[in-house]
């Protein structure tokens, strides 16, 4: 799971309804060395419950987020984006880098800076669902 | 003469300016201001840096310069087309591209006069004056451009120096029918539309020798100038230029 | 928000506030008067995060004065609205770039050649550079306009259900060329989105 911001999420005509994700939402910072993800599968519960949890880790280490707002949340599968990746003759790595706030914090290494068809191919292929962050609720001390 | 109503006017932007002869405070103009908030919302304080340079010929050495600071406001609508600009000396309404037409103009010209009056009241005016800047956008269909076919005020140089890469000229000329000043510049620049070459058109008429001090003499004015900066403008460009005016 | 306007000009004709006015100046002052004579645009000196991005939607709403004469009014109006989107104050955050001048210059310069019918849906690098994307079923084009009249582009078309995806990047006076191959007509026109079916 990765958080993207409106400025980075594909528009409808006219720029009303966010209906996916812009190539430019996987592009490496110039100071990152990884693509910064969630690992859905980190945490215990339902599919529903870990994407919640996954949702407060990232708000917890990036409290600008908060609740409401139009940003998004891109989930993909890992094999997916292995496979997308291998298609595009390139080989990541997917590690685990738990951080204190958030333990499902991971990376995606070895992704080319400025491979904009790989790119294309990770909004396009990889990360095909999509979660508002406004439909997470804010977490209540006690909660997780 | 009517005014032509072309479907994509050239017009980038159009300027109404009242001088006086005697500034107002900072104070004034910034409660003065105030007074415009709901027809333009965004403000931004300016400051107006004059610097002129004396170069004198002959034997003496000495360069002086001499610096004028004034402070005003500009006030902008939202979407940066209408503006008003109030310095201690100038009140002036500017319009950017896309131009309404005339009456709307000037109806705006008249609202803003009015609230300003109320808030200054009278100040003797030193000098009327319009400006309308016109960018001329031709396709470029060839390496070279035959600008005499689109625009009658232009430089003329002998052909035998060759094709021009660059002209600016300018002239000034006595309006004597209604005792105003034109100022012509027109000259290449840089084009903001692909596969075009640019040519500005800018007519600046004003009366500075007994202007008039009273509204409807003002408003008056007005009109006679942009009948006249009509004739002007239709008389510099031709047939081919007005095509480009209505695609 | 303190802005500064530099003025050198002998104050014989009517102020401009336009950019194009400044550059008539300035033109006209290497004709050959005796004072020096120019007109600089305004420059900012404050920086709160909401001045940034009202002074950064200043500029570029300025800026697509200078071309509103090729653009509609409905144009105008939905990519002004979709520009104050991407700038919400509320969404922003501390290391975002807002949109770049020289960016959207470039921009205009696309927009006003493709004359697309079908407005795009707008975003925004991390670096400030404009991006537009269109959507037609599967089929995507995604347009990144970079300074200096450069853009950088990536096409997905879907052919019995497999995509080919094609990049780019080179001069925006090139764009329209490039991408002739691939049926822009698909994305910026308004019966293409209806009619072809999806791939």
């Not at chain 2, 910034?30 to 340079?53: C, M, R, W």
């Not at chain 2, 903001?192 to 409807?216: C, G």
Request: aromatic letters at 8%; proline letters at 6%.
């Amino acid at each position: 799971m990765r958080h993207v911001k409106w400025t980075l999420l594909r528009k409808d005509d006219d720029g009303i309804n966010a209906i996916g994700f812009l190539p430019q939402a996987f592009e490496l910072d110039p100071k990152d060395e990884y693509l910064s993800v969630n690992w859905i599968e980190h945490g215990p519960g339902d599919r529903v419950t870990r994407i919640r949890d996954s949702v407060w880790g990232i708000r917890k280490a990036r409290p600008s987020i908060g609740g409401g707002g139009k940003s998004r949340y891109a989930i993909g599968n890992v094999g997916k984006v292995k496979e997308v990746c291998l298609r595009n003759s390139v080989r990541v790595r997917i590690t685990h880098e738990p951080e204190k706030n958030n333990l499902g914090h991971s990376g995606i290494r070895r992704l080319p800076r400025e491979d904009l068809t790989l790119l294309e191919a990770l909004a396009d292929d990889a990360f095909t669902e999509m979660v508002a962050n406004s439909d997470i609720p804010l977490e209540q001390p006690g909660t997780s | 003469m009517s005014e032509q109503a072309y479907k994509q006017p050239p017009i980038t932007e159009a300027v109404i300016e009242i001088r006086f002869a005697t500034p107002n405070d900072d104070a004034t103009i910034a409660k003065a201001s105030g007074d415009f908030k709901s027809h333009y919302p965004q403000e931004d304080a300016a400051t107006n840096v004059a610097i002129q340079l004396y170069l004198p010929t002959g034997m003496e050495i000495k360069t002086m310069a001499q610096t004028l600071e004034k402070k005003g406001r500009r006030r902008s609508s939202m979407d940066q087309t209408q503006l008003v600009l109030l310095w201690p000396d100038n009140f002036v309404i500017s319009q950017l591209a896309p131009y309404p037409g005339w009456d709307a103009f000037f109806e705006r010209f008249r609202r803003d006069w009015e609230i300003w009056k109320r808030g200054i009241g009278y100040k003797k005016i030193s000098r009327i004056g319009v400006r309308y800047i016109n960018r001329i956008d031709i396709p470029l269909s060839g390496p070279l451009l035959e600008y005499e076919r689109f625009l009658n005020i232009y430089a003329y140089l002998p052909e035998s120096l060759g094709p021009v890469s660059s002209y600016a000229v300018q002239a000034q000329l006595p309006l004597q029918e209604i005792g105003c000043k034109l100022t012509l510049s027109s000259g290449l620049v840089p084009s903001p539309v692909l596969r075009h070459v640019s040519f500005v058109f800018d007519q600046d008429i004003a009366k500075e020798e007994t202007p008039p001090q009273n509204d409807d003499e003002i408003y008056n004015l007005l009109n006679e100038i942009r009948v006249k900066k009509n004739i002007v403008f239709e008389t510099c460009v031709t047939d081919e230029a007005r095509r480009l005016f209505n695609p | 928000m303190t802005e500064l306007i530099v003025n050198t000009r002998a104050a014989n004709t009517v102020l401009s506030s336009s950019i194009l006015g400044a550059d008539i100046v300035r033109q006209i002052g290497k004709l050959g008067s005796k004072s020096s004579t120019s007109e600089i645009n305004i420059i900012s000196t404050d920086n709160a995060v909401e001045e940034r991005l009202f002074d950064a939607l200043s500029r570029v709403k300025r800026l697509t004065a200078m071309v509103a004469m090729h653009l509609d009014a409905a144009w105008r109006q939905n990519l002004f609205s979709q520009l104050d989107g991407l700038h919400d104050p509320a969404e922003w955050e501390l290391d975002d770039e807002p949109v770049k001048e020289s960016s959207f210059a470039t921009f205009l310069k696309a927009i006003v050649e493709i004359r697309p019918e079908r407005r795009p849906g707008l975003g925004l690098s991390q670096a400030g550079h404009l991006i537009a994307a269109w959507t037609t079923g599967r089929d995507r084009l995604t347009i990144e306009f970079l300074p200096n009249d450069q853009v950088r582009w990536v096409l997905s078309r879907y052919y019995d259900d497999e995509p080919v995806r094609i990049a780019g990047q080179m001069a925006v006076s090139r764009l329209v060329e490039q991408l002739a191959p691939y049926e822009p007509a698909r994305w910026f026109c308004r019966e293409s989105k209806s009619d072809l079916p999806a791939g």
